[in-house]
């Protein structure tokens, strides 16, 4: 078994005004990264209406019809833009979430890693917003647990910004544990340590700015890694973002690549132990393309080499 890298050209075709951060240009960073790595590489495929509505009620996806342009580009607000491509690549981004699952729960592969834009763990029920449109990683869990009868899923979210979206579509669902570390303050300003979700199945891990990844090891290693083990997952699903490191544009913390892998070692650790190694890794932000490339790199490198094939 090798690790899947799910991807599409199609979210080539999202299309953010020029200056946006979350450009076309970081696919090709991510591309170039996982250049030669002996991955087993597949499309992704259009989400269903059925996986998606399984957190977004319908009228979230009737109105981000409505707003997509037939040209030009159209804003949601200051940060989150329609093109007419953008439609196309939000469902393969959650299409592609739902068929990593699909891979590891047949067999297929043991662990995927989702490499696809937009990211989604800012997309809320009803709201799109920091650049995401749907939440793929919680369309993947709730997939997981609804379609395969999985038990419980954790869901671990290390990019720098508090995974609201995320915590908005799942805290309400005890099958469900969601740990998030991120910068606080900083956008979108939610993620406090008393949010706790429903069942105490969300733990939230507010970092200071200028945290390393000594402090955020030890984080990591203090609050949720000990939570993760003890809500024995059937499987963890990781909301990738590299936009904790150092040269990152958006945010202030100071993690290197290695930190990244790091953390990939801990949670397939964790997944070894206690779920066969199923691991779903779905890319969120990452602004620095040369960082970007180097984080995506050691995070895959991991991937792989926990895989016998
Ligand atoms: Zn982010």
């Known amino acids: 078994m090798k690790t899947v890298l799910i991807t599409h050209p199609d979210c080539l075709e999202h299309v953010t005004p020029p200056g946006h951060p979350e450009q076309v240009a970081r696919m090709d960073a991510v591309a170039h990264a996982l250049d030669g790595m002996d991955l087993h590489r597949i499309l992704a495929p259009m989400a269903a209406e059925d996986d998606v509505l399984r957190v977004h009620p319908r009228s979230h996806l009737d109105a981000l019809r409505r707003a997509a342009p037939a040209t030009g580009v159209v804003s949601l607000d200051a940060d989150t833009h329609m093109s007419p491509g953008t439609l196309a690549a939000v469902c393969r981004g959650a299409g592609g979430a739902v068929r990593a699952v699909d891979l590891v729960m047949d067999g297929t592969a043991r662990n995927v890693f989702v490499a696809m834009r937009p990211p989604g763990h800012h997309a809320e029920k009803t709201t799109a917003m920091g650049f995401c449109f749907f939440g793929n990683v919680a369309i993947a869990a709730k997939h997981a647990l609804d379609h395969h009868g ?14 609201n979206g995320t915590q908005d579509l799942v805290e309400d669902d005890p099958r469900i544990l969601f740990c998030s570390t991120h910068q606080m303050p900083l956008y979108p ?5 008393d949010e ?3 069942a105490d199945n969300v733990v939230n891990v507010p970092l200071a700015e200028g945290t390393d990844g000594t402090g955020f090891r030890h984080a990591m290693n203090t609050h949720v890694l000990p939570r993760v083990r003890a809500f024995k997952p059937d499987m963890i699903v990781i909301s990738a973002g590299f936009d904790a490191h150092a040269h990152d544009p958006l945010a202030g913390l100071a993690l290197v690549a290695d930190d990244f892998g ?4 801990a949670l397939c650790d964790l997944a070894d132990d206690l779920c066969d190694g199923r691991v779903v890794s779905c890319l969120e932000g990452g602004y620095d393309l040369t960082a970007l490339g180097a984080c995506v790199a050691a995070h895959v490198k991991v991937l792989r080499e926990r895989c016998d094939g």
Do not use: M, Y
């Not at 790091?262 to 070692?265: A, E, S």
């Open 189 to 193: 300003g939610t993620g406090h340590a």
């Open 262 to 265: 790091w953390i990939t070692g």
């Open 196 to 198: 706790t979700g429903v």
């Open 150 to 163: 999985l038990s419980r899923v954790a869901i671990v979210d290390f990019d720098v910004h508090h995974g």
